[in-house]
């Protein structure tokens, strides 16, 4: 059994109660929160860093967004669609009275602009636009939008933080955008490259009445300023939060979490379980990795209990388990897991023999830039060595393993992580079409077809146990478990409920 | 100055501005193929992690990172010798801009910590010369080694948990919230400042001290000790002011150095500087800055050596009448 220290429990039972509510903080001040790097651009639709979207969901609003128990409810929009009986045309009424930040109403036309910029060129919305025959404006608050297929997904690609599907003025659309004229509780004030991102409230904002759920309800900007300043050394994160220069620290490493903890009254750490999940993408359309039955070989020859292990060291910080969705979330399935996690050598080794495997190089493309893939890596490189294949590490830096993941000749497994998203259709791109690893078969089109096309959720939860299991059988992409995240704040910082995309709303700083 | 040597003086300057003129067209293309054949796509670093591989494929097209590397580097020249050295893909503002903004906390940092090197450098090389062999020459000489090896990494972030999250004197990082006055970012510059000084006085003081022994055993020293003069005088007036020279040609290049930016104590601090950028921009492969700030770093090496050089003709009578 594992013994957590009492410390350790109380703040992983708060940190499982997302979205809890406190006393009402007070008003005022600029809190300043150290994030992990400069965001790749302040449109949000340009692109899909959780860093973009973190920071601009303060300034554009959605038509649907998040609750606390990831559901998919109104925030633009002014109630669920109206969508009809064969699940292909959404009719969606806009909120009135709402102020964008140019101080006029928004409208049905903004709504449509923004929805087919965002199909235009944002990665998420174009699959979703080329199901779509139609969007129009149906009068000044009410949208139609036409579909070829039902579309399951759809509201919860449309609340999503990452490339978002934002609202935006019709007369701000430009790319690059020059204004950023948005609905939200904060408005962009100034941009200054490795340096801030200043965000001042809007006081014309127009808030939800119901109360505060997730990321959705009422919203509320209580601090007059948000400061995003990019802190790419992870030490400086911590120091920073230590001694009371940030009021919050975004993604701090593991063993920081003692020091945190002994920081004093001061500053406070916040653990969120199951976080995110480390995944290998193998290339199913070139190179040894090409034939199912050796990337099965594989997906028995490793053990990600001891990558895990290797890469976070202390189990407060990861889960080793084969579900791709967390216990206690709709899509929790087992199916197919009992070929997670077997690190069987023998077993590993016959099963190459039997597929044909020579003794060819399996080229391993790990980065980095984050040290858990490479220790993770480093350790799989050896369990795979002991089954018998020869493993050959290609260590670059993530913007050439980016690249080079382009390529289908130049490897054969690669790493990289996601965040743990509320719909399985989110991540990881493998699922979808074209992405890295090329995965490409009938079970594939078959599994995922019927998941998609189901549009009642209980259904779906049922068929996603299909669709793991076909992972598990094929192995286009091996779940290595799933990792929490450690951040810091403030105590001054009231108010603040951990979420995946941090935001500041309903946020406070004490005096 | 006879005719002749003023003419020698304009041929050896006008050679030099010819061969300044050569490394930089050379540097322009080195830096222009290293960024470019080098792996990694900007387009896959701005898209993001779920982006397909025709998202990349045409942000590339639109940047035109899809042309040959030679209409690339001609039309980047082009611009380059109009003085626009272009827009960053990520910042989406001009190199120009970013540069000079970035220059700021690092030449103010250049300064605070060459000058606190000297403040502490040159004092302890000339009492370590002046007692050499004595217990406070070892230590000095100790103290000096041990900088020496001390990486600067390391040092910044002892300093930080000491002086700034332990006694709270100094910030950890950044250099002021934005809209600060001068004096708060000056109060953000002085411990990597403290750092970095302290780190480089280590040469200075070794230097000082070289330079010093070698002095004070020549023998217009020892005519002066035998004249009867105070030690001060002989130390501070005949030692010391022709200990200097080479003591300045070291200060000089630790100043030169750092004006390309002291790269880890601005990623440690946190400090949007010179090192910072390059550093970020290589990581991003946001090329129009890599390419920009190598270039303008490597104009200022060139154009300080070529004022040195033009010192040296002005200074030295061998080099005048070569």
Not at chain 2, 72 to 98: C, E, K
Not at chain 2, 99 to 123: C, K
Not at chain 2, 246 to 261: D, H, K, R, S
Request: glycine content about 8%.
């Amino acid at each position: 059994m594992l013994h957590l220290p009492r410390r350790h429990l109380v703040t992983l039972l708060l940190a499982a109660l997302p979205f809890a509510t406190f006393a009402s903080p007070p008003k005022g001040g600029a809190a300043n929160l150290a994030m992990i790097g400069e965001p790749q651009s302040l449109d949000p639709m340009a692109s899909t860093a959780d860093l973009v979207g973190t920071i601009m969901q303060h300034v554009y609003e959605t038509l649907y967004t998040f609750d606390s128990k990831w559901n998919a409810i109104p925030m633009l929009a002014d109630g669920m669609p109206r969508v009809s009986a064969d699940g292909l045309v959404y009719s969606i009424n806009i909120r009135k009275g709402v102020k964008l930040h140019s101080g006029r109403e928004l409208d049905a036309q903004d709504v449509v602009a923004s929805l087919k910029r965002w199909m235009d060129m944002a990665p998420r919305g174009k699959s979703i636009g080329k199901d779509t025959v139609s969007l129009e404006a149906k009068g000044s608050h009410s949208i139609e939008w036409r579909f070829k297929a039902p579309s399951a997904s759809l509201l919860a690609q449309l609340a999503l933080p990452s490339g978002m599907a934002v609202i935006m003025a019709k007369e701000s659309i430009a790319t690059p955008l020059a204004s950023f004229v948005g609905t939200g509780p904060y408005r962009f004030k100034e941009r200054r490259p490795d340096q801030f991102v200043i965000l001042s409230r809007f006081d014309a904002y127009s808030a939800r009445t119901e109360p505060s759920n997730g990321y959705g309800g009422k919203r509320e900007a209580l601090l007059d300023e948000l400061r995003f300043t990019p802190v790419p050394n992870a030490n400086t994160r911590v120091e920073g939060a230590l001694s009371g220069q940030f009021h919050f620290a975004d993604q701090l490493p593991a063993e920081a979490l003692s020091r945190v903890e002994k920081g004093g009254a001061g500053v406070v750490p916040i653990l969120t379980p199951s976080y995110g999940f480390p995944y290998l993408v193998l290339n199913t359309k070139e190179g040894v990795m090409a034939n199912q039955s050796l990337r099965q070989a594989i997906q028995i020859a490793i053990g990600q209990g001891e990558m895990l292990t290797a890469a976070y060291g202390d189990k407060l910080f990861f889960t080793v388990e084969g579900n791709h969705s967390p216990q206690g979330t709709p899509f929790y399935s087992t199916a197919g897991t009992d070929q997670y996690n077997k690190q069987d050598a023998k077993r590993a080794k016959e099963m190459a023999e039997k597929a044909g495997y020579k003794g060819e190089p399996i080229r391993l493309l790990t980065s980095r830039n984050f040290e858990f893939h490479h220790t993770m890596m480093q350790v799989m490189a050896e369990q795979l060595r002991a089954a018998g294949f020869k493993p050959e590490m290609q260590v670059v830096d993530w913007a050439t393993l980016v690249q080079r993941r382009g390529d289908s000749k130049v490897w054969d497994i690669y790493m990289t992580h996601s965040g743990q998203f509320p719909e399985p259709m989110l991540s990881p791109p493998q699922l979808g079409d074209g992405a890295p690893g090329w995965w490409d078969t009938p079970a594939k089109a078959k599994v995922l077809g019927e998941f998609n096309r189901q549009s009642d959720p209980a259904k779906r939860a049922q068929l996603w146990g299909a669709v793991q299991q076909t992972v598990y059988t094929e192995v286009p992409y091996i779940n290595v478990g799933k990792f929490s995240s450690l951040s810091a704040r403030s105590s001054r910082l009231q108010g603040y409920t951990p979420s995946t995309w941090p935001f500041f709303w309903n946020t406070g700083l004490a005096k | 100055m006879s005719r002749m040597s003023w003419g020698t003086l304009g041929r050896t300057l006008l050679g030099r501005l010819g061969g300044m003129l050569a490394v930089l067209s050379l540097v322009s293309v080195l830096v222009f193929l290293l960024t470019r054949l080098a792996a990694g796509d900007p387009m896959a670093m701005l898209l993001g992690d779920q982006a397909s591989l025709q998202d990349i494929a045409q942000a590339r097209q639109r940047y035109g990172l899809d042309e040959p590397l030679w209409t690339q580097f001609l039309l980047w020249l082009g611009q380059v010798l109009q003085g626009n050295l272009g827009q960053s893909i990520f910042l989406q503002m001009p190199v120009s801009q970013v540069l000079l903004e970035r220059a700021e906390p690092t030449a103010w940092l250049a300064i605070f910590s060459v000058g606190l090197a000297m403040l502490i450098g040159v004092p302890c090389g000339i009492v370590s010369a002046v007692w050499r062999g004595r217990w406070i020459d070892q230590c000095v000489s100790t103290l000096a080694m041990l900088g020496a090896s001390m990486p600067s990494f390391w040092m910044g972030l002892l300093a930080i948990q000491l002086l700034a999250v332990g006694a709270g004197w100094f910030p950890v990082s950044g250099y002021g919230d934005p809209g600060a006055d001068w004096l708060t970012r000056i109060h953000h510059l002085m411990l990597p400042a403290l750092v970095l000084g302290t780190l480089n006085s280590a040469l200075i003081i070794r230097f000082t001290r070289a330079s010093m022994l070698d002095i004070l055993s020549e023998d217009y020293i020892r005519t002066a000790r035998s004249k009867g003069l105070p030690e001060v005088i002989v130390v501070f007036k005949h030692a010391l002011r022709n200990a200097l020279v080479p003591i300045l040609t070291v200060l000089g290049l630790t100043l030169a150095l750092m004006i390309g930016g002291a790269v880890v104590t601005e990623t440690v601090f946190n400090l949007p500087g010179l090192g910072n950028l390059v550093v970020r921009a290589v990581l991003r492969r946001d090329y129009p800055v890599i390419q920009g700030a190598l270039l303008v770093i490597a104009a200022v090496y060139v154009i300080i050596n070529f004022a040195i050089d033009v010192l040296y003709v002005w200074v030295d009578p061998r080099v005048r009448h070569g």
